[in-house]
């Protein structure tokens, strides 16, 4: 097969390195077809987890936190960014220093958030579920102790996480005996101000993310956006009353 069709989508499956090695070893086991039906069954699975839920389409009153290549990567951002512009954020490797880019940059995640109509389950309904909710977008609102983002180290280029827990920066909040972390990568930080908000030490939060795991004791969900919950009717009321000229 030609390298320009092998390399199509339809023709590639995403392996971690063990079970590359393991499928590259056992060619005989792992044929092509059997390699394109497990690529369709996790498809499958994937487009299952992503149904689960109900269309999550909060205002947040801030934007603190956007993980700009899960969310390009996420299936309900199809089609909502244009080439260029997909291009554009594709090569970002932060939020931080981009001067008055971060305007543009903002318009475009923006415009996304608010037309995706990804569907989410509520975080307390997620913990009830259990495994079965693991890979699929939660959405929450809560209290959070904020923990590790302190540190110059952290707003420097170059910065990476460690996958330590008692090290990286992260958000959790407490349901019975269960911790639920939301390990935060300082690059996808929108600005000093949010900064200073993952530093306060608890935090009211919402937004959308992934749950990747869950046991009796530990929850981690891959946040996709975080940030200050929508203002109260009354709250929104009276800013708008402020906005309005004379």
Known sequence: MLAALRNKYENLILLCPNHHEEADAEEEHFSSAVLLEMKAQ???????????????QEELSTVDYVNVPRLLLDPAAAGLIGESDRAYLAALTTLRDQGFHIGTIAHILGQVVAKWNAHAVPLSAALEIGEGAVGARISFEET????????AE????????????GEDPHIYVKEGDRKIVFPLDPRWVTTSTAFTHFTSGIASLAGIGLLRAIDGELAIVSPLVVGSPPLSPEMKAFYDAMSRPG
């Open 154 to 165: 952290k707003r420097r280029p170059g910065f990476e996480l460690s996958g330590d827990l």
């Open 144 to 151: 959070f102790r904020t923990k590790n983002m302190t540190g």
């Open 42 to 56: 996790h498809e499958a699975w994937v487009e299952a987890q992503f149904a689960q839920g109900k269309e999550w």
